[in-house]
């Protein structure tokens, strides 16, 4: 272990008044490490849990998955009071099984590893301060960013690149100028293309000139095989429908409409080949481009629609499963259609589900609950 993985791994302090009496172990983990942990069991959970009845739901996948047991109301502390919540060390490993580590230290030793060269390389100050990169992005300075991108170390690992990932997005975010000398230079880096243009994509378009990134990301798309070619082509397009729909630009929604759903003629059989978050964005949005026409063929979308998802819900994993339902329940949220989704939807949904469900649940709680989008599931996270 690295001296500041050890230093890291060891912030932990045991109260006094407590060492007499407990036989295990008790730590006050990192905030940060901490952190990482909450955000990996949602992950491989597929969901983050909002309540005790998915902690209790979290619980028995635990079980399943390592014999091992934590109970509904440690997980429940562990998710809504971490911060003032003291850990057995027994409770930390069997978390960090269920995540894929051996026990505690090493799920710490994976993390920090690959943050050390990071920090080593100056780029990333600590989760709560302006970064190098961040002040490259708002100086401009882009010759020494895009070298540094180019030449990483393959094999980071994932908590690694998204923070990378939020960090280039902070610095877009706070950056006063254009930021469309950013998007020309990094859509021809094939890391920062797929780490913040794709994994953290915002459909939302909060930082500035936002859909001017995906002009750059289609003119500097180099792919030559067609399948890749086509993903990046459906990938961009349908955010940009996305985000004229929102913001109500009829010319847009017709224009950007059109290139996806007449002019590009795509076949099911070559839309079954492309990643499923385009591909479910593609089939949910195609409704709200038959409302800008007159609602034709309407019922027919629907349909098609729902068959897709009733497929989704007995062939895909639950990352998968909650992509499709989630960009369906968004496009059907807009459209008003909540007896649909109330009557014909829901119930799918849940079937094969293997966290519990309330008849309580309204369609914004499912959905924050089971949000697929990388850029937003990391902030909800911390």
């Known amino acids: ?65 390592t014999k091992e047991y ?36 090493q799920f710490c030793r994976h993390y920090e590893n690959d943050l050390d060269r990071m920090i080593q390389n100056g780029m990333i100050l600590s989760i709560n301060h302006k970064s190098l990169i961040q002040s490259c992005i708002v100086n401009q300075e882009f010759k020494s960013l895009f070298h540094f991108f180019e030449n990483l170390p393959h094999g980071l690992n994932d908590s690694v690149r998204r923070r990378l990932g939020i960090e280039l997005y902070q610095g877009l975010l ?10 020309q230079i990094f859509s021809k880096s094939s890391f920062v293309r797929t780490l913040l243009f794709e994994e953290l994509a915002d459909p939302d378009f909060k930082i500035k000139d936002q859909f ?54 795509v076949s099911p059989l070559e839309l079954n080949k492309i990643h499923v978050f385009p591909r479910s964005r593609w089939y949910a949005y195609r409704l709200w481009y ?24 007995v062939d895909s994993n639950i990352e998968n499963k909650n992509i499709v339902f989630y960009n369906t329940f968004d496009a059907l949220v807009s459209l008003g259609e909540m007896d649909f989704i109330n009557e014909k939807l829901i119930p799918l949904f849940f079937s094969n589900q293997s966290l519990k ?3 309580h649940d309204s369609v914004e709680h499912i959905m924050k609950r089971i949000e697929p989008n990388g850029l937003k599931r990391f902030f909800t996270a911390v």
């Open 1 to 65: 272990m690295s001296q500041q993985a050890a230093q890291v791994c060891s912030r932990f302090t045991l109260p006094k008044e407590l060492s007499l009496l407990m036989p295990k172990p008790i730590y006050q983990p990192d905030p940060e490490l901490l952190f990482l942990l909450k955000e990996k069991i949602a992950e491989v959970a597929g969901t983050k849990p909002e309540s005790k009845n998915d902690c209790a739901s979290v619980s028995d996948l635990i079980m399943q998955n």
């Open 212 to 265: 001017k990134l995906y002009k750059w990301y289609l003119k500097n798309s180099d792919k030559q095989n067609d399948t890749e070619a086509l993903q990046e082509f459906i990938f961009a397009h349908v955010l940009l429908f996305r985000y004229h729909y929102k913001t109500g630009n009829k010319k847009e929604i017709l224009k950007t409409g059109a290139l996806l759903y007449q002019n590009a003629a």
């Open 70 to 105: 934590v109970s509904e109301s440690t997980l429940y502390r562990f998710f809504f009071n971490a911060d003032g919540h003291i850990f057995y060390k027994n409770t930390l490993d069997k978390l960090s099984r269920f995540c894929g580590s051996d026990n505690w230290e």
């Open 357 to 359: 469900h309330s008849v």
């Open 174 to 183: 706070s950056n006063k100028k254009s930021n469309e000398i950013f998007y």
């Open 290 to 313: 038959s409302q800008a026409n007159n609602f034709l063929h309407y019922n027919e979308y629907r349909f098609e629609l729902i068959e897709w998802c009733r497929k989704a819900a």
